[in-house]
Nanobody, 123 residues
Framework: QVQLVESGGGLVQAGGSLRLSCAASGRTFSNTVMGWFRQATGKEREFVAAISGSGSTSYADSVKGRFAASRDNARNTVFLQMNNLKPEDTSVYYC?????????????????WGQGTQVTVSS
């Protein structure tokens, strides 16, 4: 059974940093795209960042220069380093995986999802 488990969320002041982790199990993830999405209360889920099996990355314009995705294929784990956090970054953050190693920012291209971790940024 495929499982994605996020961790590392919490409460931080504006300007602070958090590092999210996503531990994957149940299949090989080294040849898939791992993505991060977020959903704020009352808003639609939106793309944040993605990293391919080879390490290529893609970011939403709103987080470019502040967030960085990375992965450790040996540990089936991906990370999202979030720096200079802003109140508008407050959301539930989800980790997701595609079935194939083709970069995509579209949520419906991702087959597997974690349960999410709350990130709250206070002003």
């Amino acid at each position: 059974q495929v499982q994605l488990v996020e961790s590392g969320g919490g409460l931080v002041q504006a300007g602070g940093s958090l590092r999210l982790s996503c531990a994957a199990s149940g299949r090989t993830f080294s040849n898939t795209v791992m993505g991060w999405f977020r959903q704020a209360t009352g808003k639609e889920r939106e793309f944040v960042a993605a990293i391919s099996g080879s390490g290529s990355t893609s970011y939403a314009d709103s987080v470019k220069g502040r967030f960085a995705a990375s992965r450790d294929n040996a540990r089936n784990t991906v990370f999202l380093q979030m720096n200079n956090l802003k109140p508008e970054d407050t959301s539930v953050y989800y980790c997701a995986s595609t079935r194939w190693d083709i970069m995509t920012t579209k949520a419906d291209h991702y087959a597997y999802w974690g349960q999410g971790t709350q990130v709250t940024v206070s002003s």
